[in-house]
T-cell receptor, first 114, second 114 residues
Framework: QKEVEQNSGPLSVPEGAIASLNCTYS??????FFWYRQYSGKSPELIMS????GDKEDGRFTAQLNKASQYVSLLIRDSQPSDSATYLC??????????????FGTGTRLTIIP | DTEVTQTPKHLVMGMTNKKSLKCEQH?????MYWYKQKAKKPPELMFV???????INESVPSRFSPECPNSSLLNLHLHALQPEDSALYLC?????????????FGEGSRLTVL
């Protein structure tokens, strides 16, 4: 079983609709959870972080965490063509140095259709 | 504009060459990282420097060697690389080495080994 699993997609969503991206993780000791956006040929950019169960909203983005189910999701409301990118889920637990235990999923490629 | 600067943006080298990738951050962060990313794959951690302490992914071959002259600079020395080492090399920094997972990536150095 992969440590962090995402549906690779592609996920196609009409412009203006809600895009829902899902991620599951296997390590129950995981403490913090992140969504990174990566445009083709570019580097990843942190868009959301969540540390406790429930929802966290930031503009059009909502991250949802359920530690009991080992599940984290990202909702994008009013999807725009500029949201077309690969979304990487990342999960962390404390390491000796710090952040060396950060594990990325394989990413979900999202395409917003005008 | 990214505050993590990587040079060069593109590098082509032969298998017998010695070259270096450079990374600089101006955010006062205390942890810096090198990641390797192949096409359609997630970033893979190579090295972490946090508070002058180095953590190594043991799967990284010795032909890659990191150097951290100070807390703002991180170099990756390359020697006798193989064509399969061709990839996007990403430098990142974080405020601390704690398990925050909040990384700031540079734009990357795209390496081609002939």
């Amino acid at each position: 079983q992969k440590e962090v699993e995402q549906n690779s997609g592609p996920l196609s969503v009409p412009e203006g609709a809600i895009a829902s991206l899902n991620c599951t993780y296997s390590d129950r000791g995981s403490q913090s959870f992140f969504w990174y956006r990566q445009y083709s040929g570019k580097s990843p950019e942190l868009i959301m972080s969540i540390y406790s169960n429930g929802d966290k909203e930031d503009g059009r983005f909502t991250a949802q965490l359920n530690k009991a189910s080992q599940y984290v999701s990202l909702l994008i409301r009013d999807s725009q063509p500029s949201d077309s990118a690969t979304y990487l889920c990342a999960v962390n637990r404390r390491g000796d140095i710090g952040n060396e235990k950060l594990t990325f999923g394989t990413g979900t490629r999202l395409t917003i259709i005008p | 504009d990214t505050e993590v600067t990587q040079t060069p943006k593109h590098l082509v080298m032969g298998m017998t060459n010695k070259k270096s990738l450079k990374c600089e951050q101006h955010m006062g962060h205390r942890a810096m990282y090198w990641y390797k990313q192949k096409a359609k794959k997630p970033p893979e951690l190579m090295f972490v420097y946090s508070y002058e302490k180095l953590s190594i992914n043991e799967s990284v071959p010795s032909r890659f060697s990191p150097e951290c002259p100070n807390s703002s600079l991180l170099n990756l020395h390359l020697h006798a690389l193989q064509p399969e080492d061709s990839a996007l090399y990403l430098c990142a920094s974080s405020f601390s080495g704690g398990a925050t997972g909040e990384l700031f990536f540079g734009e990357g150095s795209r390496l081609t080994v002939l």
